[in-house]
């Protein structure tokens, strides 16, 4: 065969004899050469590695954004014109920018990296009739593999012959159950991959028995290969503040050169000369042009990646931080992110007594019966006893401690039933030594029952668990239809229902004699299963309704285990909220019909990997900005695609980890709510910096154009100014980065997607103090001329004005909507220590040799200095006038 057939191919809907005939593979394996040949034919069993990134283009990926390049226009034309110290500085605050984002980025892991990691290992393969292992990079299609519990799948292949074998998925699927395999039935060719029993899937896990398959697929052709297809296909989508500040910039890169050439035209038409042109436009553009934005975001960004970083969220890409705090939906997957990824046992059903709730989460032997809000009675508890030391004894796992931690191996659901007994000061090996085994009838999946036969002084009991329909019917006294209606309702609760037996019997059973001689048991009762929620996830996700996040959950689980999952979360009621994989299959024609199918559901079931993106992209097609959570390697391509996408640090793969932006250190869903208020605040934070920068440029720009009107010299110097933006007023956007976040912050709904940076009051708050500023500025230079200054001394003095304005202004900053005098002075230290350096680096700056002369300043009188830092004060007046007429209104 082509490759291109074999791709094609729907290799689970083919019998192991078509397989093998289709892929002119024998018994006796392939032969050396056969496998070199379809080798250099297929390619190896590996996935393409991208060359990741070095550290120069990491640096000049700092330099792609719209506010830079209209720096470094600023800057040529300085150098143009002989202005090299303007220049200087411009390239000074862009280095400081691009060392600080280059030293954030370069911690990034390559996702492909991982997926190569997790199908590289020793394999057992058939070649020239003998079995010997290989490396996984060497297999192909056609090869014969063999295969037992414990061993990690190499490539997708079809089953030819199976014991008992038990796969995990959860990490390609988000099935948490182990999932049975049968080499003879036949599937349809639609099948799901979830569903597919006839395969075996790279990167899952043999958790029991023995398989012998051949290789169908292997590479980029598996089904983690068209993950890792998928996430290079992928774009990752921009976060709303990248959105926002690109928006921004764009407006005050058009609205500086606007004016910029409005006021050179009308100087060259006044006839002066073309060199003072230059001078002035630069000195505007300076103004105009918020400098320190760049500095100011990353700085912003990086202190809110500290703080996420204490509360367990670890950034990967800076942009992120605001970014989650932006999100109108967390679309989360369950296993393993909304629930603990650990088979438990949450409720028995005992005959004459009842539910009983088992409470504790997860594999560790704590948790406490309950009975109708009560602990067990005397009887009660007797009756839970003999069905946990029956679960524990018909049971193939292993449940210990080592060095302080808990280790588990084997089937989960005889995990569970060890727990169960751990729950109840049982345990297998003392159970064992009392009651020991002599002989047993495994688990199969066409037996669907499990056995024991255990020694009892000197009769053998048999204990027995499985499902209701093959149970029952073993034992008496009892109403089975009764018993099954029971066991029906706790399956509608989303469990999965086991009964549990035990009884005297005359000898070992071999499989085969059991099926008839397994009679006369006592029913002890049913054992409901399901993977629990995490402890912490119901606050967390009230909390996000709460912010006015909506919370989603993907996962490629079963309907009704999904629906019982979010009816505890209160994200769905019933099954209409529910959509599954195939119902989006059959409406891939109808993109809009799957988009209002998508828009009106709280679950989403049985779906697989490249659904979960369409998933994304619907809802990102309605106006949202998605935030993705997963830990498996089903969830990378949507993850990737996201505007945020969340991995969990722990008990995630290596492939979740690189495919997303943010990684939650302790798997705790409650932590995305952390970030949320943390990325909120940061995005608080940049507004401030934005409203400081803004309105101290607006106040330069009107304080020249009122110079000009009025045939004033220049007020101010290019390099002054760039002095004010840069190191006095850089000193102190910085600290603001550092405030605290306003009160109640997370009772606030997000942001509307199109809100722009510059809304309303912003918008007004900029004009108003940047008016104020300009005014006074200019009405305190004309009057300096006047009073008979020197042209250099009105300039020295209205420049230590400006740096006054700059540190009162920054405190009307600290919060757009309450007042400087309900805010602790010493809440934000960083602020205070930054408005005393920035005030002292330009005083001392007055009396340093070389530096005044390039800023043209000169000391002042104390007297001077005092009348100047009274005037500034005026504006904390004006802005608490404002904030008082102006309330919030906000939510």
């Given at each position: 065969m082509h490759p291109e057939q074999i791709a094609s191919t729907l290799w689970h809907a083919r019998s192991a004899a078509e397989s093998l005939a289709l892929l002119e593979a024998g018994a006796d394996g392939l032969s050396t050469a056969e496998a070199d040949a379809r080798r250099a034919e297929f390619g190896r069993n590996v996935l393409p590695?991208?060359?990741?990134?070095?550290?120069?283009?990491?640096?000049?990926?700092?330099f792609k954004s719209p506010l830079i390049y209209l720096l470094l226009a600023a800057a040529v034309v300085s150098v143009i014109i002989g202005e090299f110290t303007d220049?200087?500085?411009?390239?000074?605050?862009?280095?400081?920018?691009?060392?600080?984002?280059?030293?954030q980025e370069w911690k990034a892991?390559?996702?492909?990296?991982?997926?190569?990691?997790?199908?590289?290992?020793q394999v057992v393969a058939r070649r020239d009739g003998v079995n010997q292992a290989i490396d996984s990079d060497d297999l192909v299609p056609g090869d014969i593999i063999a295969l037992e519990s414990g061993a990690l799948v190499p490539a997708d292949a079809r089953l030819l012959k199976e014991n008992d074998v038990k796969v995990d998925e959860s990490l390609l699927?988000?099935?948490?159950?182990?999932?049975?395999?049968?080499?003879?039935?036949?599937?349809?060719?639609?099948?799901?991959?979830g569903d597919r029993r006839t395969m075996l899937h790279a990167g899952t896990t043999v958790l029991s028995g023995r398989a012998e398959a051949v290789v169908t697929q292997t590479g980029l052709h598996t089904e983690v290969g068209r993950i890792a297809q998928a996430l290079a296909g992928t774009r990752t989508a921009p976060t709303p503040f990248v959105v926002r500040l690109e928006r921004f910039t764009r407006v005050v890169g058009f609205v500086v050169i606007a004016a910029v050439a409005v006021l050179a035209a009308a100087l060259y038409a006044k006839g002066m000369a073309v060199a003072e042109i230059f001078f002035l436009c630069v000195a505007l553009a300076v103004s105009a042009i918020p400098e320190g934005l760049p500095v100011a975001i990353t700085v912003a960004l990086t202190v809110a990646s500290a703080r996420m970083a204490k509360r367990n969220v670890i950034v990967r890409r800076l942009p992120a931080v605001e970014g989650l705090g932006a999100c109108t939906i967390i679309a989360s997957d369950k296993t393993g992110t909304l629930t603990c990824n650990e088979l438990t046992i949450n409720r028995l059903w005992l005959p004459q007594i009842g539910n009983v709730l088992v409470h504790g989460r997860g594999y560790l032997p704590e948790g406490e019966m309950e009975i109708d809000g009560s602990a067990p009675d005397e009887n009660a508890a007797a009756a839970i006893k003999r069905i946990a030391t029956a679960g524990a004894l018909a049971n193939e796992a292993t449940l210990r401690f080592e060095n302080g931690q808990l280790h588990h191996f084997g089937d989960t659901v005889d995990v569970a039933f060890l727990t169960l007994a751990g729950k109840n000061a049982l345990d297998r090996p003392t159970l064992l030594d009392r009651f020991p085994e002599i002989g047993a009838v495994p688990y199969e999946s066409a037996r669907r029952y499990a056995a024991t036969f255990n020694r009892d002084g000197e009769g053998i009991l048999a204990h027995v668990k499985g499902a209701a329909e093959k149970i029952l019917p073993m034992c008496d006294w009892i109403d089975r239809d009764v018993m099954l209606a029971e066991a029906d309702k706790m399956a509608a609760d989303g469990l999965r229902v086991l009964a549990v037996a035990v009884g005297e019997v005359d000898g070992v059973m071999t499989p085969e004699a059991a099926e008839g001689r397994l009679n006369g048991l006592t029913f002890l009762g049913f054992a409901g299963l399901m993977d629990p929620l995490r402890e912490e996830v119901p606050d967390a996700v009230d909390r996000c309704r709460r912010a006015g996040i909506a919370v989603r959950m993907v996962t490629g689980d079963h309907p009704v285990t999904a629906l019982a999952i979010a009816k505890q979360l209160q994200l769905a009621e019933g099954p209409s909220h529910v959509v599954e994989g195939v119902a989006l299959q059959d409406l891939q024609t109808d993109p809009a019909e799957q988009d209002l199918a998508i828009a009106g559901a709280s679950v989403f079931a049985r779906v697989e990997p490249v659904q979960k993106l369409d998933i994304v992209r619907s809802l990102q097609k309605q106006g949202h900005f998605v935030a993705v959570t997963g830990d498996g390697v089903n969830d990378a391509p949507a993850l990737h695609t996201a505007n945020i996408g969340v991995a969990m640090g722990k008990g995630g793969t290596d492939v979740a980890r690189g495919a997303s932006d943010l990684i939650l250190a302790d798997d705790n869903f409650a932590s995305i709510v952390n970030g949320v208020e943390e990325g909120r605040i940061a995005y608080d934070n940049i507004r401030k910096v934005i409203y400081l920068l803004i309105s101290t440029g607006a106040a330069e720009i009107v304080l020249f154009m009122l110079c000009f009107l009025f045939g004033l010299p220049l007020p101010l110097f290019a390099v002054?100014?760039?002095?004010?933006?840069?190191?006095?007023?850089?000193?102190?956007?910085?600290?603001?980065a550092f405030e605290k976040g306003e009160p109640g912050i997370l009772d606030q709904p997000p942001r509307p997607p199109n809100q722009?940076?510059?809304?309303?009051?912003?918008?007004?708050?900029?004009?108003?103090?940047?008016?104020?500023?300009g005014v006074v500025g200019f009405v305190f230079f004309r009057w300096g001329m006047s009073q008979g200054w020197s042209e250099f001394g009105a300039r020295n003095a209205l420049l230590l004005l400006m740096v006054c304005f700059e540190n009162a202004h920054v405190f009307n900053c600290r919060s757009e909507w309450?007042?400087?005098?309900?805010l602790r002075v010493f809440s934000n230290p960083m602020l205070m220590v930054a408005v005393v350096a920035a005030q002292g680096v330009h005083l001392g700056a007055m009396f340093v040799p070389g530096l005044r002369d390039v800023l043209d300043i000169q000391p002042i009188s104390f007297e001077g200095w005092i009348e100047v830092a009274a005037l500034s004060v005026a504006l904390v007046a004006v802005m608490e006038i404002f904030k008082f007429l102006r309330p919030r209104r906000r939510g």
């Open positions: 590695r991208p060359k990741p990134r070095g550290v120069l283009l990491v640096y000049f990926t700092q220049a200087a500085f411009v390239f000074a605050v862009l280095q400081i920018n691009a060392v600080i984002g280059t030293i892991e390559s996702s492909a990296e991982a997926l190569q990691a997790l199908i590289h290992h699927t988000g099935e948490s159950v182990p999932v049975g395999r049968d080499a003879e039935i036949r599937l349809a060719e639609q099948t799901v991959v002054q100014l760039l002095w004010l933006n840069l190191v006095t007023n850089g000193i102190q956007h910085v600290a603001l722009p940076i510059f809304d309303r009051r912003m918008t007004e708050q900029v004009l108003l103090s940047g008016a104020f500023i309450r007042s400087v005098f309900r």
